[in-house]
């Protein structure tokens, strides 16, 4: 390890992985040998081996009545409640309780609830759900882009390679595919990084988009979405225990991801406030505020961003990306760029710059050090494809022997989807002037983005219009996320019930109306502000339709509760 | 790197290429074996990742090159250390393969490129798939028609044991829903380590998980002299040693076992299903080759049939986690990622948070939801695609119960080696009786003997099998694990190659 990279953040001896070798096995401990790694690896890849009598034994000889037995007493009188369960809410992993996904939540089961009993016939005022709670756009009726569909289905049933259905660079992107896939197949499982031409693609596409700045194929991974790149990360960086425990600063509001994550990892959850006043920006005095103040209780080592922001539409300016990074250089920080909305910028002025990009234009001091990594998927942008699970992560300036911790834990899954790493390709590796897909490819991509930037548009017009709604431009992304202002007789209604307002507030909107969005608690808000989340995604019509009655419903609401 | 393709043996690699080969991390030990092993070989280091396409088509020339001018024995590895059908040659289902391009490529629906069943089923499949596109999300225990299908699977299976649909999740790969279950199982505020009954020898990336949640392993050992049955006196004892080390609240079960290719008889499962009673304990049931069981008087029965064929009051308070995949049996697609858990008997309370903590996976891939499907709803005699479905399964079958009978009894013709008959699954976990001075050589070497001796195999002979030490085995003795659901000619050569490296070997050390 170079003598630069000694003061990293993020080094081996502080792997929450590693903290935790003790591998506990007892028995047969001869099983897990050390002594052939070579030095690379040393000791981080495998716990060291615990002998049968070594300190485990200890425990065992000390021991004189088995806790486990207490434990068990004390199930059999609970036996009537528990119903003898072995796994019950007292005995679960105590932090699973503290995992809240709104995106998943309440409102949205009772959708599901909802439209079963519209198919069982019963009455309601309305006639459908319309779901505006997750940025899943071919779910509202985004067509797919021809071309990527038409290789994955020549990759799926090579025997359609032999028909002229299929234009000719749709069969040699397919054949390509199948060459760098186990067995020709997309049945066969890939390298757990994924598929080495894929990483390549990819790689050749970071450098294209960021204006040459180098990509090393080696840093990329492939993941299922970004959230599982997402989620590996976070488990690499969190560890301690008490005041050491590893704090990771995430925006407030957030993509509820982050904050399940880190509920189930046991970390500390660091806020820090988007400037709602200045369109959602982020600035930097919030951040050392909101540094220091965690510094007094936890160990922050790690800064999320999302840009294009999620729930808040926000698109990062090139000054502002330039202070975050100045900012985690100087205090030491392990930067997260969410960045799978980079095609989703839809306002004038406004425009995509990957963390990365300004990361190496800030110069060696800052490119050589800083450690970054970006997520990307194939879920949003003018793809859509949510279904197929492709993503992918770079992570740079990254300590060789946590890349090796990292490659170990991406093992354990396996591999990435094989179709979503295909497709991942394609995104990558697109129709390119000339080719017979190139002009249809361009097309839909253009009428879809497009498209949503009208909708952005539209939405932000209307909600604007509704008395007790101000809502910000949305910039990018999918989303607007627009402050609602709630009757006080409606806030202590919604505390009697134990729910938080906007909670209560889009229950009812469901009830009533239909319409499905996300309550702006589930994603975190000033104390005292509401809001709600609602995507940009139903068809024009639809959503015109639905911003009516978001109107409607928050003006019988107003009335309802003043 | 060179380009040279085959679709003959695909799992054979250009020796050249070997390095990345062990790469491919099912189980630790390529990845702990390969730093070395390349250093060995001389093999280029820069390259990390999938190479299987490049193969050479037959071992016909005794020798090759290597990028770094290193001359080998042998003209391409064949890897058969992991369970990889297409990646070992097995051809993917053709019925399988038109649905999942026509819900992939719905125009195909409208043509008539594929046949009129082909095209219902997947008009079928993507009316249930949100705005009718794979692309969209699907709820978090999968799409809803799907979990029907495979409760309905699961209940045809059982002779008629209900199951129900939201008792269903479905996930990445099998794998993905041990995991999950194991997040809600393991306990690591308490004071002591949550504890899990985990066979020796066992699948390797169990303890992996188990190590990254910081739970504790609690081995139990399979009786190898009966064929590697599991016992519960065995069972008995690993809990008593774990008593004041750890809290023990789940056993994992793999029936049929992986690497060990031993199926549990029904009065097995019934004395393993009365003992997690006894001891509350949750039971976790690894079912993902229960496709594949082919030995003489051996039948698949599933815990979940056992436990309620046992009646009130076990069958409703013991809690069992079984799992299965698409990744296996005849279908062998485990690119596309398919994987389910049927939770039984668990409290309701924790379903609601079993709820929460399988939708931080957002949804399993719909292509892997799509395999599942089919796996459950395979087409049926009348249909039209039948013949060729029944045709291609005969032949993955016929290719199995050959391997199954055949490659044990090979193995044990070769003096200093024994293997247990092979009753299901897809691997033979073979014993080797390595000389003593084999042993001493291993650790001057500062490796297991057994991961010393796959390495000279591979360097040697050219073929790739998994070390005993990765899965676990009892002290002082030593195995390899082969996956047999591979080609009967690629199988025969790597017996043929094994062999002749283990008789030098046992004269080298003798």
């Not at chain 1, 992107?173 to 390549?200: N, P």
């Not at chain 1, 999918?478 to 409606?490: R, V």
């Not at chain 2, 050479?56 to 001359?71: E, H, L």
């Not at chain 2, 990336?205 to 599991?230: C, I």
Request: charged letters at 20%; one cysteine or more.
């Amino acid at each position: 390890m170079s003598a630069s990279r000694i003061g990293q953040m993020l080094s081996s001896k502080s792997l929450r992985v590693i903290t935790r070798e003790n591998y506990r096995f007892f028995g047969n401990g001869a099983q897990y040998p050390a002594g052939h790694l070579t030095s690379g690896v040393r000791s981080v890849m495998i716990p060291s081996p615990l002998s049968p009598f070594s300190s485990q034994s200890r425990a065992l000889s000390g021991v004189s009545e088995p806790p486990r037995g207490l434990v068990q007493e004390k199930m059999t009188e609970n036996a009537v409640f528990s119903q003898n369960k072995v796994l019950t809410i007292d005995t679960m992993n105590p932090n699973v309780k503290n995992v809240e996904y709104a995106v998943r939540g309440p409102i949205v089961q009772r959708a599901v609830q909802i439209e079963k009993e519209l198919r069982e016939g019963v009455k309601k005022p309305f006639t459908e759900v319309i779901k505006a709670n997750i940025g899943d756009a071919h779910a509202m009726g985004q067509q797919p882009i021809t071309f990527f569909r038409q290789v994955l289905a020549l990759c799926s049933y090579p025997e359609l390679l032999k028909d002229n259905m299929f234009p000719e660079d749709a069969k040699s992107r397919a054949r390509r595919i199948l060459q760098a896939c186990g067995g020709s197949s997309l049945g066969a499982y890939s390298a757990s990084q994924g598929i080495d031409c894929v990483r390549q693609d990819v790689a050749r596409y970071i450098e294209r988009r960021d204006g040459g700045v180098p990509c090393d194929p080696d840093n990329v991974y492939l993941t299922s979405g970004a959230s599982d790149g997402i989620v590996t990360m976070l488990k690499l960086l969190v560890c301690g225990e008490g005041a050491s425990k590893t704090g990771v600063m995430i925006s407030i509001p957030q993509y509820p991801l982050y904050s399940a994550a880190l509920a189930e990892l046991g970390a500390v959850q660091v806020n820090y406030y988007l400037n709602e006043e200045k369109c959602w920006s982020m600035d930097l005095s919030e951040l050392e505020r909101s540094l220091a103040e965690a510094r007094k209780h936890c160990n922050p080592k790690v800064l999320c961003i999302i840009n294009p922001g999620n729930p808040t539409g926000q698109v990062q300016s090139r000054q502002c990306i330039e202070d975050v990074i100045r900012f985690a250089a100087k205090e030491h920080l392990f930067l997260m760029a969410d960045e799978v909305y980079q095609d989703n910028v839809y306002a004038e002025g406004c425009q995509f710059h990957s963390f990365k990009k300004v990361l190496f234009e800030l110069g060696p001091q800052y490119s050589n050090t800083v450690e970054l990594v970006s997520f990307h998927s194939t879920s949003k942008c003018y793809m859509g494809e949510c279904g197929f699970r492709g993503g992918y992560m770079e992570v740079i300036n990254m300590d060789p022997e946590v890349k090796a911790q990292l490659i170990k834990l991406v093992s354990v899954r396996l591999c990435p989807a094989v179709p979503g790493q295909a497709l991942m390709d394609l995104v990558v590796n697109s129709p390119q002037p000339g080719e017979p897909s190139y002009t249809t490819f361009m097309k839909e991509r253009t009428a879809t983005l497009s498209l949503l930037a009208e909708k952005a548009k539209l939405t932000e017009e209307i909600l604007n219009t509704v008395p007790g709604i101000t809502c910000n431009p949305v910039q990018g992304a999918m989303y607007s996320f627009p402050n609602i202002s709630l009757p006080q007789k409606a806030i202590k209604e919604a505390k009697a019930l134990g729910q938080a307002p906007d909670m209560f507030y889009c229950m009812k909107m469901l009830e009533e109306t239909g319409i499905c969005l996300v309550p702006g608690s589930g994603f975190g808000q000033k104390d005292g502000t509401y809001h709600f989340r609602m995507t940009i995604l139903p068809p024009t019509d639809k959503l015109k339709l639905l911003l009516a009655k978001v109107k409607e419903f928050h003006q019988k609401f107003t009335r309802q509760y003043s | 790197m060179a380009n040279r393709h085959s679709h003959r043996h695909q799992n054979r690699v250009a020796a050249s290429q070997c390095g990345p080969t062990m790469y491919r991390l099912e189980c630790g030990w390529h990845r702990r074996w390969s730093p070395t092993a390349r250093a060995q070989c001389h093999l280029p280091t820069t390259t990390v990742g999938n190479h299987r396409c490049n193969v050479i088509s037959t071992p016909k020339a005794q020798c090759t090159v290597d990028n770094y001018g290193v001359r080998k024995p042998y003209m391409d590895v064949i890897d058969v250390s992991w369970g990889d059908p297409h990646g070992g040659g097995v051809k993917p289902l053709t019925f399988v393969r038109q649905v999942l391009a026509a819900c992939i490529y719905p125009e195909l629906v409208e043509s008539d490129k594929l046949p009129v069943e082909v095209k219902q089923r997947a008009q079928s499949l993507l009316s249930a798939c949100d705005g009718g596109s794979v692309g969209s999300y699907t709820p978090t225990g999968g799409i809803s028609y799907i979990q029907c299908s495979v409760s309905n699977f699961i209940s045809r299976r059982d002779g008629g044991v209900p199951s129900s649909p939201e008792n269903i999740f479905m996930t990445s790969g099998s794998q993905r829903s041990l995991m999950l279950v194991l997040k809600l199982l393991v306990h690591n505020q308490a004071s002591l380590p949550t504890g899990v009954l985990t066979a020796v020898p066992t699948y390797s990336s169990f303890k992996m998980m188990l190590q990254r949640l910081g739970a504790a392993v609690v081995p139990y050992y399979l009786d190898e002299e009966q064929g590697w049955a599991m016992e519960v006196e065995e069972l008995r004892r690993a809990l008593q040693a774990s008593k004041g080390v750890c809290n023990t609240v789940a056993l994992y079960v793999i029936n049929p076992g992986n690497p060990t290719g031993h199926v549990q008889s029904r009065k097995c499962i019934e004395k393993v299903i009365r003992f997690a009673a006894e001891e509350r304990l949750f039971i976790m049931a690894d079912e993902v080759y229960q496709e594949s069981v082919f030995g003489k008087g051996s039948e698949f029965v599933s815990y979940k049939k056992v436990l309620s064929e046992m009646g009130p009051p076990l069958s409703h308070t013991v809690e069992l986690a079984s799992f299965h995949s698409a990744s296996k049996g005849f279908m062998g697609e485990c690119g596309l990622r398919g994987g389910y858990v049927e939770l039984v008997n668990l409290d309701p309370a924790v379903m609601k948070y079993a709820y929460t903590i399988f939708s931080t996976d957002i949804c399993a891939p719909v292509t892997g939801q799509l395999a599942l499907e089919l796996m459950a709803n395979p087409p049926r005699p009348g249909d039209p695609s039948y013949p060729v479905y029944a045709q291609e399964t005969q032949s993955i079958r016929a290719m199995l119960v050959h391997n199954m009978n055949w490659v044990p009894e090979f193995l044990n013709n070769i003096p200093g080696i024994s293997c247990q008959p092979m009753m299901g699954g897809a691997f033979v976990f073979p014993r080797l009786y390595l000389p003593q001075a084999a042993i001493e050589k291993a650790k001057v070497v500062g490796m297991q003997p057994d991961l010393w001796y796959c390495t000279r195999l591979l360097e040697e002979a050219g073929v790739c099998v998994g070390p005993g030490c990765e899965y676990g085995q009892k002290e002082g003795t030593h195995h390899i694990r082969l996956c047999v659901m591979t080609p009967v000619e690629t199988m025969e050569e790597v017996l043929k190659r094994l062999k002749n490296f283990h008789l030098h070997f046992l004269k080298e050390f003798s």
